[in-house]
C-alpha cells in the first residue's frame, strides 16, 4: 500500500536505553521529517531530511540521530531515552516545493519510564 | 526564521454555525506557503487546505476556506456550516521558500462542536 507508515505503533522504554522509531515511505518523496508533539508546543520538528544522506537540524535536535541510507526509510534513534523525550512522534514525507502538502505517518507513542 | 502563532487554544462552536480559527505567522521570505491541517481524537493529521503568498484568492476547499491577510500576515481557517465531526485539534504551518521544505507549526486550536 502506498502511504507513509511508522513503527512500532507504541513503545515503553527505560531512562537510559537506546529506542530506534522507524519510518517508511512509498512515495520516493524527497523530503521527509521528524516532529514531536507535546501538549501546549504543537509539532516541533527535531530533524529533516533534503534527500539520501542528507539530514540537518530542526527546533528540538537534542538527544536524537537520524540516518538516511535510502530515500524510502528515515529512522529515528534516541542513544539515551530521557523521560523529557515522552511524547508522541511523527513522521512526515512531502515532495520538493512550497505547495506540497505534507503527508504524516500515524504517529508513535513514546513513553520513557 | 519562521514563525506561526494560534492564539486560541480552545474553541466552542455551535453545529451549524461558521467558526473562524485564527492564525498569524511571521516570516522574512517573500514566497512562501501557508497550510492547514487537522488532528481528529484517532491522532492522525488530515490536511485541509493551501494558500500560497502570490495566490491572490483566498483558498477555498469544500467547507473551509482561508482568509488570507498578507499585509496582516494573517491566515485564519473558515469552518462554514460546523459538524460534530469538525471537533479536533487544528494546526496552522508554514513552508518559506529561504527556510528549505521545512514545515513549521502553530501550537494549534482545539474546536469542540456543540449539539
Known amino acids: 500500500d502506498a502511504g507513509i507508515t511508522q513503527s512500532p505503533r507504541y513503545k515503553i522504554t527505560e531512562t537510559g536505553r537506546q529506542v530506534t522509531l522507524m519510518c517508511h515511505q512509498t512515495w520516493s518523496h524527497s523530503y521527509m521529517f521528524w516532529y514531536r508533539q507535546d501538549l ?14 542528507i539530514t540537518d537540524k530542526g527546533e528540538v535536535p537534542d538527544g536524537y540521530v537520524v540516518s538516511r541510507s535510502k530515500t524510502e526509510n528515515f529512522p529515528l534513534t534516541l542513544e539515551s ?12 514525507s512531502r515532495e520538493k516545493g512550497m505547495n506540497t502538502e505534507a503527508f504524516f505517518g500515524q504517529g508513535t507513542r513514546l513513553t520513557v519510564v | 526564521a519562521q514563525k506561526i502563532t494560534q492564539t486560541q487554544p480552545g474553541m466552542f462552536v455551535q453545529e451549524k454555525e461558521a467558526v473562524t480559527l485564527d492564525c498569524t505567522y511571521d516570516t522574512s521570505d517573500q ?23 502570490y495566490d491572490e484568492q483566498n ?26 465531526g469538525d471537533s479536533a485539534m487544528y494546526f496552522c504551518a508554514m513552508s518559506g521558500y529561504n527556510a528549505g521544505n521545512m514545515l513549521t507549526f502553530g501550537g494549534g486550536t482545539r474546536l469542540m462542536v456543540k449539539p
Open chain 1, 81 to 92: 531515552a530521557t523521560r523529557s523525550q515522552t511524547s508522541v512522534y511523527f513522521c512526515a
Open chain 1, 40 to 53: 501546549g508546543h504543537g509539532l516541533r520538528l527535531i530533524y529533516y531530511s533534503a534527500a539520501a544522506d
Open chain 2, 31 to 53: 514566497s512562501y506557503g501557508l497550510f492547514w491541517y487537522k488532528q481528529p481524537s484517532s491522532g492522525e493529521m488530515i490536511f485541509l487546505i493551501y494558500q500560497g503568498s
Open chain 2, 59 to 84: 483558498a477555498t476547499e469544500g467547507r473551509y476556506s482561508l482568509n488570507f491577510q498578507k499585509a496582516r500576515k494573517s491566515a485564519n481557517l473558515v469552518i462554514s456550516a460546523s459538524q460534530l
